[in-house]
């Protein structure tokens, strides 16, 4: 049973540039979380997808999108990179409604570095 | 912005000893969950103990909750080198959102 797969697991970008991360959920999960984790802190929400809409958002701006595809992977863009965006960016997955036990499964992560 | 706030930051004991972490929070809560963290990689669910629970176990795992002091609190007992990783508490809000706090980075010396 594969759990959450994250791609890639590390890349460098400048400032300005912008980065797609791509994720797999664990395999019947339907909904996708993405997270940023700066170092020293813990996980920050950024938004949440399901049925291939984003259903919540977190305190970011809007150079932060997302996607959602048919398969429920889902892909994390953000555009006009700046040196604060390096961070951990980590993916979560879980079932929606009755069968969602509360407990999200993490990918390993993305650490983007920005220059 | 980060709702709870673990307690102790960092943490040192030695092997079979016991490790207490607390967490306090802000808001109403569904419930709340701790996660562990290895080195900078992925997080991996722990324990949930609901809004309306006082009490769990899970293994060397005892989670406490006091919904009135909006505080909780994890005790891993008998501690194994192994053990060695950052701790997180989340507060489960509306639609599943999890907020998560700072973390305890707990060390255990063989």
């Known amino acids: 049973d594969a759990g959450v797969t994250q791609s890639p697991t590390h890349l460098i970008k400048t400032r300005g540039q912008q980065v797609t991360l791509r994720c797999s959920p664990k395999?019947?999960?339907?909904?996708v979380s993405w997270y940023q984790q700066a170092l020293g802190q813990g996980p920050q929400f950024i938004f949440q997808y399901y049925e291939e809409e984003e259903r919540q958002r977190g305190n970011f701006p809007d150079r932060f999108s997302g996607h959602q595809f048919p398969n429920y992977s889902s892909e994390l863009n953000v555009n006009a990179l700046l040196l604060g965006d390096s961070a951990l960016y980590l993916c979560?997955?879980?079932?929606?409604?009755?069968?969602?036990?509360?407990?999200?499964?993490f990918g390993e992560g993305s650490r983007l570095t920005v220059l | 912005s980060q709702q709870g706030e673990e307690d102790p930051q960092a943490l040192s004991i030695q092997e079979g000893e016991n490790a207490t972490m607390n967490c306090s929070y802000k808001?109403?809560?569904?419930?709340l969950q701790w996660y562990r963290q290895n080195s900078g990689r992925g997080l991996v669910h722990l324990i949930l103990?609901?809004?309306?629970?006082r009490e769990k176990h899970s293994g060397r795992l005892r989670v406490t909750l006091d919904t009135s002091k909006k505080s909780s609190s994890l005790l891993i007992t008998a501690s194994r080198a192994a053990d060695t990783a950052s701790y997180f508490c989340?507060?489960?809000?509306?639609?599943?959102?999890?907020?998560f706090g700072a973390g305890t980075i707990l060390r255990v010396k063989s």
């Open positions: 395999s019947g999960h339907d909904t």
């Open positions: 103990i609901r809004s309306n629970e």
């Open positions: 979560a997955s879980r079932l929606a409604g009755v069968a969602n036990t509360g407990e999200l499964f």
């Open positions: 989340a507060t489960e809000e509306y639609g599943n959102k999890l907020v």
């Open positions: 808001t109403s809560i569904n419930n």
